[in-house]
């Protein structure tokens, strides 16, 4: 199962959701996962924090590979990471929605024999952008587990194209980015 290979390995990050869904056939995670590790600091092995992050992850995994994932990325640069760390993961049929700050209009990936679709995403979180992709109010899956919200998630958008994608090519994408950069708000 994908999300144990994730968890052995060290990948999984501020993990707030790790449960099969009620059918049993379904495991979903939410939290982040870690695209490039932090240097190791000393002997012991302890490393610094990521220095690369797919944030805020919702996915789907049965026990071969990945169903659905959705996260965000601040810079499309970063996407041949996600692609090497991840992609073994990703099936004909997974369904790979990446939010992506700094891209100005949908885009398709082509990897292998599935898509990866980059949304812009300006403001918001990637979770209220999923929800109203699919259609749904926070009324609707109230009463559901979590682990079942991110599957009612997920058979809502099955077959979700973005309107006006353009295409590219992994060594191209990085050509999308309109030079935004994510704004650092808190404490000076």
């Not at 995670?29 to 092995?45: Q, S």
């Not at 990446?98 to 949304?119: Q, R």
């Not at 300006?122 to 109230?142: C, R, T």
């Amino acid at each position: 199962m994908p999300l144990k290979d994730y968890e052995a390995r060290g990948l999984l990050l501020n993990a707030n959701l790790n449960e099969p869904c009620s059918d049993g056939k379904l495991t979903a995670y939410r939290g982040e996962l870690i695209l490039v590790e932090g240097e190791v600091i000393d002997a012991a092995g302890r490393r610094k924090p990521p220095a690369k992050i797919l944030q805020q992850v919702s996915l789907l995994a049965d026990a071969g590979q990945l169903r659905f994932i959705s996260g965000m990325i601040d810079d499309v640069a970063d996407l041949p990471v996600f692609i090497s760390q991840y992609g073994k993961d990703i099936a004909v049929d997974t369904l790979s929605l990446l939010f992506v700050l700094n891209i100005d209009k949908p885009a398709s990936l082509s990897h292998g024999s599935s898509t990866v679709y980059l949304l812009p995403l300006d403001d918001g979180l990637p979770w209220s952008e999923l929800m109203q992709l699919a259609g749904l109010e926070k009324a609707d899956i109230k009463s559901l587990s979590s682990a079942d919200k991110v599957q009612a998630i997920y058979r809502e958008l099955t077959g979700f194209h973005p309107r006006n994608a353009v295409s590219v090519e992994l060594a191209t994408v990085a050509s999308l980015s309109n030079g935004k950069r994510r704004e650092i708000r808190g404490a000076i």
